[in-house]
């Protein structure tokens, strides 16, 4: 059976946008990340500082997300629980998130500006969503997106090369903690 040329056109455009090269199809964090190794390849550092700085990036994106969803559900969650624990999550992650832009700036690191691409896909698909489906999808992000973060948190609280990115990761813990039994609490209501 013969495609047409109009849905040869429809399947190659994707393809079409990801070889652009364009400013606008590169991925936040991989920018950052990029930038950074750069950098402190430049200056001849250790790896050990190149995982200091992949850490504060891929924590930072995640606060990042957290707000996104956050905010996002403060609008169309269906049930007062989510909303209440999505304004927590703001309330918290807008701290923790001030907290690394600082340490970047102290460590001349480069944070992403917007959104990967993988979480710009779940972002889309919690949007997507409406009613108990929404809010059933959006702590379940909360829940991963919490537990990942508590994860390398503690790893880096211990781990961590420079005793700044230590502490700040100490620090983060506290709310971390926090904000994971909010989110069990969220999904202990919704899922009776």
Known sequence: ????????ALLLL????????????KDPIFDAKFQNE?????????KRQIKDAEFVVETASRKMELLEISQIAQRKAASADARYAAQN???QTNGLLTVLKTLAQQKNLVLPTGL???????????????DTAFDRKY???LAKLVDQDSDQNESMAKDA???DIRQAATRQLTVLQDLKRASEALHDKLNP
């Open 1 to 8: 059976m013969p495609i047409s040329y109009r849905a040869c």
């Open 14 to 25: 994707p393809w079409l946008a990801a070889c652009s090269g364009g400013e606008s199809n």
């Open 38 to 46: 750069k950098r402190i390849g430049q200056e001849n550092v250790t």
């Open 89 to 91: 999550v703001i309330n």
């Open 116 to 130: 990967g691409e993988s979480q710009a896909e779940q972002v889309g698909e919690l949007t997507a969503l409406n």
């Open 139 to 141: 702590d379940e992000l």
């Open 161 to 163: 090369y420079d005793g």
